[in-house]
């Protein structure tokens, strides 16, 4: 037996449970930029990877990613002491904004 669709309705209906299936595990990319938003600052508090989501009037969100030991790299090939084989210069790429 075929499993494809007889017609235009049964497509229609397919689509419809799919999509209310969707909708009822929050799998279906139905949130606006407020809610997305909302959703990244409620993981400053869960996720030690997410460590600060600032907003300010006319500018795009900043969102400060980092883990502990990500820093202690920074600290570790940036520094003055740091030997000379391994001292490196920290650059920001600003290309995304």
Known sequence: ??????????????????????????????????DNMLTLSSEVAKNDFVRNVSFTAKHAPCVVLYTNEQLSDVKCFCEVDAPANV???????????
Not at 6 to 33: C, D, F, H, P, Y
Not at 87 to 97: G, I, P, Q, T, Y
């Open 87 to 97: 001292r490196s210069v920290l650059s920001v790429e600003r290309m995304c904004n």
């Open 1 to 34: 037996m075929s499993q494809r669709a007889r017609n235009w309705r049964q497509v229609q209906n397919i689509s419809a449970t799919v999509n209310a299936e969707l909708i009822a595990t929050k799998a279906k990319g139905i949130n606006n930029l407020a």
